[in-house]
C-alpha cells in the first residue's frame, strides 16, 4: 500500500518522492539509518543521515496526524453531526493542537454545570438570554426546579450553559490564540528568592517579552524558575481588545451576556490558550536544545584522535590527591599512582610528587599529559608545566574531564578495571579520551558528556533518541578498528546488537592470533550473523582488519 504521506515528505524537505519512498521501504524492512546512509546510497540517491532520520521522524509525525484525524471524523460522524465544511477543515489541519480544537465541541465530557442545567432544562432560558428578553426573571421562575430552586439560580445556570457553548467557539479561540501568541507578553515576577540562594534567576524577577519573540532558553530557563517555585509566570494580555472582538457577536447585550463574555474569556479561553501556546513554546525550545546538544555532541565526538602516543592521565585533586594512570600506544593501562602535587599537601609531599612523576615520565617515556579540566586543574597544570621544564619531549594537555566521573561508578567501569578505585578510573578515562575521544566517549551516557543546555528540563525520552542517533551516527561514519575496540564501540556498529558485539570482541582478538599464523596475505573468517539480512565478515588485509558489513540471505560460510 503506497505510503499517503509521500508527496507531503517529499514537498516539505525538498526531495525526489522516490527518494522518500525507498527510505520508508528500507526503514520497514527494518535496516538501520546507518545502514542505508552507508550501504543503499544508489538506492536513496546520497541520502546521509541526517536526512534519512527527518524523513523516518516526519513520517511518524504525520502518519499520527492522519491516525488521529481519522478517529476524529469517525467520531462526529457516529453522532450524527459532521458536517462537510467541518471535515474539511478537519482534514486541512496541520497540527495535532488544531484537530482537537475542532474536535472539542463533539468530545465526551466530564458531568459540567453546563450539563446540569441542560438536564434541569434550562436550555430555553439560555436561548432567551441570548435574545435579550425583557422579563428573563419571570421566565426563570417558570424553569425552577430542586436543582435551581430561585430564579437566581436558574440564570446562573443558563448562563453556564452559553459559556460552555460560547468557550468552545473554535474560531473565537483560534483568533485568541493569534491574539496572544501576536500581540501579548509572557512575564515572570519573583516569588520566593530564598529559593535561588544564587541568585540564578535574577533576570527573571522582573521579566516580561513578547510571547512571538521568546528565545528558546528563556522559555526553559522560566519553566525550570517556575518549577522550582522562584518564579511566577504569567501572561499580560489587552484584554480590553479581546473583550471587544467578543462582544461583537451580539447585537444586544445584557448583563447575563457580559457575564457570559467575560466568564468565558477569563476563565476558560484564555486559560487554555496560554496552556497550549506555553506547550508549543517548550516543545520548540526543547526541539532547539537537543538539536543544540546534538551538534555538539557529534563535533566532540569528531575530534582528531592522537594516535601513537605514551599518554598519562591526570586527574587533579586538592584534599584526596592527583590520580594518574599511564596507558600505551592502544589505550592499555600500564600503571596507575597517587600523588599529592598541590596544598594542601605539605612541601615534602609537594617535592614527593615531582619526584615521583618525573620518575613516571622517565620509566614509561611518556609524549604527553592529559590533565583533567575539573577542580584544582589550574594549580595541578602549573605543577606539571614545573615539572616538564626537565623533559623538553613531553608536553601536557587539558583535557574536558565531563563524564569520566560517571564512567569510572558505572558497572562497564568496574568490569574493565575491577580492582582499582574510582578515581584511578577516572585518570585512566582522561588519557584514553585524548588518544581516541570516540571510542572512550561512546562508553559514557551523552547526557553525562556536558555540552548541552537544560538537559534535565527536556524531555528525556527526545534527547536519549537524538544522542544515540548522533553516537551511532558517528561511529558508522569513522568506522571502528576491531583490533583495539570494544564491545560498547562494537554495539554501535550498524547490524550488531550489544550481546553480539560482547561475544564478537574476544573472537576479533582470536581471528588477530589466527592471522598471525596464516600465511596467505587474505583470508575470509565469517562470525555468526547477527540479524536474517545482515551478515556481518571480518575481511583479514595485512596489516589491519577492515570491517565490511553487508546484505545476505544466506547462512554464513566460510569463503
Avoid: C
Avoid at 543521515?49 to 513520517?59: G, S, Y
Avoid at 519573540?213 to 530557563?221: E, V
Avoid at 570494544?486 to 582470536?510: A, D, F, Y
Wanted: avoid cysteine.
Amino acid at each position: 500500500m503506497e505510503n499517503r504521506n509521500l508527496e507531503t515528505l517529499a514537498q516539505e524537505l525538498g526531495l525526489k518522492k522516490q527518494q522518500v519512498e525507498t527510505v520508508l521501504e528500507l526503514t520497514a524492512e527494518g535496516n538501520t539509518i546507518p545502514f542505508i546512509a552507508r550501504y543503499r546510497k544508489e538506492k536513496t540517491g546520497n541520502l546521509d543521515e541526517t536526512q534519512i532520520k527527518a524523513i523516518i521522524d516526519m513520517d511518524k509525525s504525520l502518519t499520527a496526524l492522519q491516525d488521529r484525524k481519522e478517529t476524529v471524523l469517525a467520531k462526529i460522524e457516529s453522532q450524527g453531526k459532521l458536517t462537510d465544511q467541518l471535515k474539511a477543515a478537519i482534514e486541512a489541519a496541520e497540527k495535532l493542537a488544531d484537530v482537537e480544537e475542532l474536535y472539542l465541541p463533539y468530545k465526551e465530557k466530564r458531568r459540567t454545570k453546563a450539563t446540569i442545567a441542560r438536564e434541569a432544562g434550562l436550555f430555553p432560558l439560555a436561548r432567551l438570554i441570548l435574545q435579550n428578553s425583557p422579563n428573563l426573571k419571570a421566565e426563570a421562575e417558570k424553569l425552577t426546579s430542586e436543582a435551581f430552586p430561585t430564579a437566581d439560580k436558574a440564570l446562573a445556570g443558563a448562563v453556564d450553559i452559553l459559556v460552555e457553548a460560547f468557550s468552545e467557539d473554535n474560531s473565537l479561540r483560534s483568533w485568541t490564540y493569534n491574539e496572544i501568541w501576536n500581540n501579548s507578553d509572557i512575564t515572570s515576577t519573583l516569588k520566593d528568592q530564598s529559593l535561588d540562594e544564587k541568585e540564578t534567576f535574577k533576570i527573571y524577577y522582573d521579566f516580561a517579552d513578547k510571547v512571538s519573540k521568546l528565545q528558546g532558553y528563556r522559555t526553559l530557563a522560566l519553566n525550570r524558575g517556575e518549577k522550582l517555585g522562584v518564579i511566577k509566570v504569567n501572561f499580560k494580555h489587552n484584554i480590553e481588545k479581546m473583550h471587544r472582538f467578543y462582544s461583537a457577536r451580539f447585537k444586544q447585550k445584557n448583563d447575563y451576556i457580559e457575564e457570559v463574555i467575560n466568564q468565558s474569556l477569563k476563565k476558560k479561553i484564555i486559560p487554555a490558550m496560554e496552556r497550549r501556546i506555553r506547550s508549543e513554546l517548550t516543545e520548540a525550545a526543547e526541539d532547539g536544545a537537543i538539536n543544540l546538544f546534538s551538534q555538539n555532541l557529534r563535533s566532540l565526538l569528531l575530534v582528531s584522535p592522537l594516535k601513537g602516543k605514551m599518554v598519562l592521565g591526570f586527574d587533579p585533586a586538592f584534599r584526596t590527591g592527583a590520580k594518574l594512570a599511564v596507558v600505551d600506544q592502544t589505550g592499555k593501562l600500564i600503571t596507575t599512582q597517587v600523588i599529592y602535587p598541590v596544598a594542601p599537601a605539605s612541601q615534602a609531599k609537594i617535592a614527593q610528587a615531582k619526584k615521583d612523576l618525573a620518575d613516571l615520565i622517565k620509566k614509561h617515556a611518556i609524549e604527553i599529559i592529559a590533565i583533567g579540566n575539573g577542580t584544582a586543574s589550574r594549580e595541578s597544570e602549573a605543577f606539571v608545566a614545573e615539572v616538564l621544564k626537565d623533559f623538553p619531549e613531553t608536553s601536557y594537555v587539558i583535557v574536558n574531564e565531563s563524564g569520566a566521573s560517571v564512567y569510572s561508578a558505572s558497572e562497564l567501569a568496574r568490569h574493565e578495571f575491577p580492582d582499582l578505585t574510582v578515581e584511578k578510573r577516572s585518570a585512566i578515562s582522561i588519557a584514553r579520551r585524548l588518544q581516541d575521544p570516540l571510542a572512550e566517549l561512546v562508553k559514557i551516557d551523552p547526557k553525562s558528556i556536558g555540552v548541552g543546555q537544560y538537559q534535565h528540563d527536556v524531555s528525556q525520552k527526545k534527547l536519549s533518541e537524538n544522542l544515540d542517533f548522533v553516537v551511532d551516527t558517528v561511529v558508522n561514519q569513522v568506522g571502528v578498528n576491531v583490533n583495539t575496540a570494544s564491545s560498547t564501540l562494537l554495539s554501535h556498529v550498524s547490524g550488531l546488537n550489544k550481546t553480539i558485539s560482547e561475544i564478537s570482541s574476544p573472537t576479533v582478538r582470536k581471528m588477530v592470533r589466527l592471522h598471525r599464523v596464516l600465511k596467505s596475505k587474505r583470508s575470509h573468517v565469517l562470525v555468526p550473523r547477527p540479524s536474517n539480512k545482515l551478515q556481518v565478515s571480518f575481511v583479514f588485509q595485512m596489516p589491519r582488519i577492515s570491517w565490511i558489513i553487508r546484505e545476505s540471505t544466506q547462512s554464513p560460510t566460510q569463503r
